[in-house]
Nanobody, 124 residues
Framework: VQLQASGGGLTQPGDSLTLSCAAS????????VSWFRQAPEKEREFVAS???????IYSDSVKGRFTIAKDNAKKLLYLHMNSLKPEDTANYYC???????????????????WGQGTQVTVSS
């Protein structure tokens, strides 16, 4: 199983950006797939998750601004980011879990597979 994240870049406050994560040898319909981010000298932070049912969970810091979505047929996971802020600057990772439940979905330790990360920098 491999996850490949892409779409990061340098953008200005208030702008929008969409990240993508391509999966190989894995069916999204059997996994909870999520986005995490990690800023320099900070711990990896949960951003958003989408279960095999399609239900979604967001961190409070991105709720209302970010949208997680997936295309099971194309094996693609997306993170649509609007109204970006400088504090959104981080390396963004996609991850997949076969066994995450509501109480563990925000924990990096619950995830079996990780992408390599894509850098998002929000700066004026």
């Amino acid at each position: 199983v491999q996850l490949q994240a892409s779409g990061g870049g340098l953008t200005q406050p208030g702008d929008s950006l969409t990240l993508s994560c391509a999966a190989s040898e894995m069916s999204f319909s059997r996994y909870t797939v999520s986005w995490f981010r990690q800023a320099p000298e900070k711990e990896r932070e949960f951003v958003a998750s989408i279960r095999w049912t399609g239900s979604t969970i967001y961190s409070d810091s991105v709720k209302g601004r970010f949208t997680i979505a997936k295309d099971n047929a194309k094996k693609l996971l997306y993170l649509h980011m609007n109204s970006l802020k400088p504090e959104d600057t981080a390396n963004y990772y996609c991850a997949a879990s076969a066994g995450a439940i509501l109480s563990t979905v925000r924990s990096p330790g619950a995830y079996d597979y990780w992408g390599q990360g894509t850098q998002v920098t929000v700066s004026s």
